[in-house]
Every structure is written in C-alpha cells, then in structure tokens.
C-alpha cells in the first residue's frame, strides 16, 4: 500500500508500507554474541534507499 504525503514545504513523499506476513525468518540474528539484521533487513533498506 502506498500513501502520498505532502509536506509542509511542498514536498511530496510517498510511503510504501509492507506486510509482516510475507516474512520468511527473522529480523536479527546472533553474531559472535551480538545481534544484528538478518539479509531481510538489508534488502528492505536497499529498497527504500534506491
């Protein structure tokens, strides 16, 4: 689903929003006793940054 916003200043945004359901693991995984984002994560903020 995508929503326009307009801003303040003018400035059209639009923002796509995506459903949980579609996941296939998790969000975070354990590294070397830390937790950091699973390839899921990554290819989310790939997309929104392209």
Sequence with gaps: MDI???RG???LHIVELKL???L???LVKKHRGCW???SEVHDAV???VN
């Design 46 to 48: 790939s997309q929104a």
């Design 20 to 22: 949980s359901m579609g």
């Design 36 to 38: 950091v984002p699973t």
């Design 4 to 6: 326009p916003r307009i």
């Design 9 to 11: 200043d003018g400035t």
């Design 24 to 26: 296939r693991g998790s």
